[in-house]
């Protein structure tokens, strides 16, 4: 159990386009959702912490009007990177976590964004 | 300094060898998990473990929460087990949310 699906798993696009990707929890309700930033050879970021039905915590120096993260549903949390330019290529990679306090989170396969 | 340190930060090994890698960490945590990154990206949690040891098929975890260190091994490696290793301690804030740092990680390359 515990599977996280996250599409798509590769996007190119020029730059100035606005891009959305899921993250979707298959077999378990997630309370709340991770999205993570990694740029090669670096370790792995964290973007912003998303609960269910509430607005969505920003690390410091993520742009919340440029990442934009709805998770409307205990299945389901989108970003979306809004008029992406270079500088954004990246592979992003959302987590879930079932409940709260010490439980796992389990992770989506990314998503690898190259912006032309 | 990084709150998490790994070592070795690059590790390669002949089919059968015994696998170490160490993480240090210097933050306040509640957990840690071990983390496996294939070449392609795609992440899955080995391990989370508050105290003591866990065991899984052919890899074992053990944390030491007092001395702030954690070790991940690897019994009778296969060149399957070739990834990036990745300690990622739970924080434990003072009425924040909880969240994950991450080590670097370690690339292992097992050979045949």
């Known amino acids: 159990g515990a599977v996280v699906s996250q599409h798509p798993s590769r996007v190119i696009c020029k730059s100035g386009t606005s891009v959305k990707i899921e993250c979707r929890s298959l077999?378990?309700?997630?309370?709340?959702m991770f999205w993570y930033r990694q740029f090669p050879k670096q370790s792995l970021m964290l973007m912003a912490t998303?609960?269910?039905?509430?607005?969505?915590?920003?690390e410091q120096g993520v742009e919340k009007d440029k990442f934009l993260i709805n998770h409307a549903s205990l299945t389901l949390s989108t970003l979306t990177v809004t008029s992406a330019h270079p500088e954004d290529s990246s592979f992003y990679i959302c987590?879930?976590?079932?409940?709260?306090?010490?439980?796992?989170?389990?992770f989506g396969d990314g998503t690898r964004l190259s912006i032309l | 300094k990084n709150e998490v340190e790994q070592s070795p930060q690059n590790l390669t090994a002949q089919e059968g060898e015994f696998i170490t890698i160490n993480c240090s960490y210097s933050?306040?945590?509640?957990?840690l998990h071990w983390l496996q990154q294939h070449p392609g990206g795609g992440i899955v949690s080995l391990f989370m473990?508050?105290?003591g040891k866990k065991k899984h098929g052919r890899l074992i975890a053990t944390i030491n929460i007092q001395e702030k260190h954690s070790s991940l091994h690897i019994t009778a490696s296969h060149p399957r087990d070739s990834a990036v290793y990745i300690c990622?301690?739970?924080?434990?804030?003072?009425?924040?949310?909880?969240?994950?740092?991450f080590g670097k990680g370690t690339k292992l390359t097992v050979n045949p």
């Open positions: 987590s879930a976590q079932r409940g709260a306090g010490q439980q796992p989170q389990h």
């Open positions: 077999d378990f309700q997630a309370t709340t």
């Open positions: 998303s609960n269910e039905g509430s607005k969505a915590t920003y």
């Open positions: 933050v306040g945590i509640s957990a």
């Open positions: 473990l508050s105290s």
């Open positions: 990622a301690p739970i924080t434990d804030p003072q009425g924040g949310s909880e969240k994950l740092v």
